[in-house]
């Protein structure tokens, strides 16, 4: 079916919106990937065939659906049932049988398939009222629970495309841009470039064809908002790169997804194949003189291909390292021509920004960051998963309202914000609102939305060899300071854990990160040092004690650490002797026992076994 003209369009919306418009029950089952990997499918299956075996598909209920992601993924699989909006989390196949029974064919609620507030420990009903997602404001996502992400006409029944109607029926490009201009728009990639800005110099820029490229090769470690938004609503990012496309001058746009994200690059290319049968992409689109089409070019998974020259030659078949700039990509991109790169999150603001209006879209957020932001909150907290929230809210709430606090009543000691390269934010500066500027400030940075939370036991001489670890492995190696550096900042870090650092090389460690940062050629290598100089900067009095005291203060590095166990505390139980595996606790029954430094290898399994708390950790 092509739509020949906008008329078409809207009838075909009128048309889709009364079929979806009837009151019967339908079921909404989470197939992101996270449910999907806690059995989703089973559970559809389960939902299919007990409908089909009662005859209750056309009496009770209208469709079972599958879902984009609903972003709480420890709770999966999770699934809705409309239109009394009943939430039900961790179901299982077993489960569906009454659920059909109660809650299809009765309305009632089978309570313990509710969620329980981890602070009241109240049971929730409703999505709409369980805190997590209450106090978010859900943009990008928005669609995501309730619309089919396989189903173009599922999408157009909503408005979809709409926006993509409005700018080749009543706006010329420069009135796109300056639209995009006045949002406030900023790229969500990382770096928070205007988005406006970046369009227009492609636009000016000499030469063509003209490229536009979505970038959805998100490697940082605990981050998914972009996988899961082109898993969950597809056509959103195509509708922008073609509103981007239209006001720089494009005609063909490339998603570049990793291909470990085989979820996502199912789900995009399926959704460029509908928008072609229905002449959304392609020659002369809703009959206008505005031809634009997309292909899809699945990455090998190279935290470096993110970075944009890097992608390029990705792209053109090359070896996927960065090159100097400028020239920047907008001038001279894909092939030598001009390139206009933004990442998912970015594009799929534009058909809203386009829908609602650059001055809706300037009221969200603080005066030098527009709009919503969606963050991947992971680690340390009760509620894991997608958080979409205004720029400027602060990180205490969206960790202890929205993520429900930490497990185990532990106390907050940082937050990673802005992946592998990002900073970590101590618990001090928590009511600090998150935007670009004042996360610069704090010597982190947005990056792309991870949002690691560490607890009181993290050790953050630890955590910053970590993620240099994980650096050094993703280096591309062309820049010998990001090459060699990192490695060499890896060195002294390992030192230090190991309780064999001075603070001579703490110094050198200190000035060793600054040259890297202010002398490697791309985003990686210049990142590279901010989980040492953040955690220096926040947490020097933990760098020395590994070096003056010898001691690990949380407990973590191996090297530092010794178990031993408190004769008063110790009632003789026995549970630690049997746990260890190394047969290193021995003591009679009911009397203190002890461990043996020799045989002792650092597992912690006897600290984590005592319910006493005899073994001590220090």
Not at 58 to 80: L, N, Q
Not at 82 to 108: A, L
Not at 238 to 248: K, S
Not at 494 to 504: L, P, R, S
């Amino acid at each position: 079916m092509v739509l020949k003209n906008i008329g078409e369009l809207e009838t075909l919306q009128r048309s889709l919106r009364n079929e979806h418009s009837e009151k019967k029950k339908w079921v909404a089952v989470c197939a992101g990937t996270g449910c999907l990997a806690s059995g989703a499918e089973s559970v559809f299956a389960a939902f299919e065939k007990e409908l089909k075996e009662r005859g209750l598909k056309k009496t009770h209920v209208s469709m079972v659906k599958p879902t984009g992601c609903r972003g709480f993924c420890e709770r999966g699989p999770h699934i809705v049932i409309y239109p009394e909006e009943i939430s039900y989390q961790k179901v299982m196949p077993q489960d569906v049988p009454e659920i059909v029974e109660k809650s299809v064919k009765k309305s009632e609620v089978i309570e313990r398939l509710l969620y329980t507030d981890p602070v009241t420990g109240e049971k929730v009903v409703r999505d709409t009222e369980i805190p997590f997602y209450k106090l978010q404001t859900r943009l990008i996502l928005g669609m995501n629970p309730t619309l089919d992400p396989s189903s173009i006409q599922d999408y157009i029944s909503r408005g979809g495309y709409s926006a993509l109607a409005k700018v080749l029926n009543k706006m010329s490009p420069e009135m796109v841009i300056e639209e995009i201009k006045r949002s406030g728009l900023r790229g969500r990639g990382g770096a928070g470039f205007p988005t406006g800005i970046k369009w227009e110099t492609t636009r000016r820029a000499r030469g063509g064809p003209k490229y536009v490229v979505c970038n959805a090769d998100e490697g940082d470690p605990g981050a998914f908002m972009n996988r899961s938004t082109l898993e969950g609503n597809p056509h959103s990012v195509l509708e922008g790169m073609a509103i981007g496309a239209y006001a720089i001058g494009a005609s063909e746009g490339i998603v570049y997804v990793r291909n470990e994200y085989p979820l996502a690059v199912k789900n995009v290319e399926n959704a460029v194949r509908q928008a072609r049968e229905y002449g959304l992409l392609g020659k002369n689109i809703l009959g206008s003189n505005f031809s634009f089409d997309v292909s899809v070019v699945r990455g090998a998974g190279a935290f470096v291909c993110g970075e944009e020259t890097a992608l390029i030659a990705s792209v053109e078949g090359k070896k996927g390292v960065p090159r100097q700039r400028p020239p920047y990509p907008s001038e001279e991109g894909l092939w030598g021509r001009p390139t206009n790169i933004n990442n998912v999150e970015t594009w799929a603001n534009v058909p809203l920004i386009i829908n609602r209006g650059a001055d809706w879209y300037s009221k969200l957020g603080t005066p030098g960051s527009k709009g919503t932001k969606v963050f991947a909150l992971v680690g340390k907290i009760n509620n894991t998963g997608l958080v979409e929230v205004p720029m400027g809210t602060t990180l205490s709430k969206i960790i202890y309202e929205i993520g429900g606090g930490l497990p185990g009543g532990k106390k907050l000691k940082g937050v990673q914000i802005g992946g592998p390269s990002g900073g970590i934010i101590p618990a001090d500066k928590v009511n600090v609102p998150i935007d670009y500027d004042s996360l610069k400030e704090l010597g982190a940075m947005m990056g792309s939305g991870g949002m690691v939370v560490m607890d009181e036991d993290t050790c953050m001489v630890d955590i910053a060899k970590y993620f240099l670890k994980f650096l050094l492995e993703e280096s591309c190696g062309k820049c010998t300071t990001c090459r060699e550096g990192i490695e060499r900042m890896l060195e002294l870090v390992t030192k230090i854990t190991e309780g064999e650092a001075t603070e001579a090389d703490l110094s050198l460690l200190e000035e060793l990160a600054g040259i890297v940062r202010d002398t490697t050629m791309c985003g990686l290598g210049n990142t590279a040092p901010n989980p040492v100089l953040s955690t220096l900067r926040y947490f020097r009095e933990e760098y020395l004690a590994h070096i003056k005291e010898k001691k690990c203060p949380a407990g973590v590095c191996k090297a530092l650490i010794r178990f031993s166990i408190e004769p008063d505390k110790c009632t003789g139980c026995g549970a630690c002797a049997k746990a260890c595996p190394q047969g290193a606790i021995s003591g009679e029954k009911k009397k203190p026992h002890a461990i043996s430094l020799e045989k002792c290898i650092k597992c912690g399994i006897c600290y984590t076994t005592c319910k006493f708390g005899a073994v001590r950790r220090g």
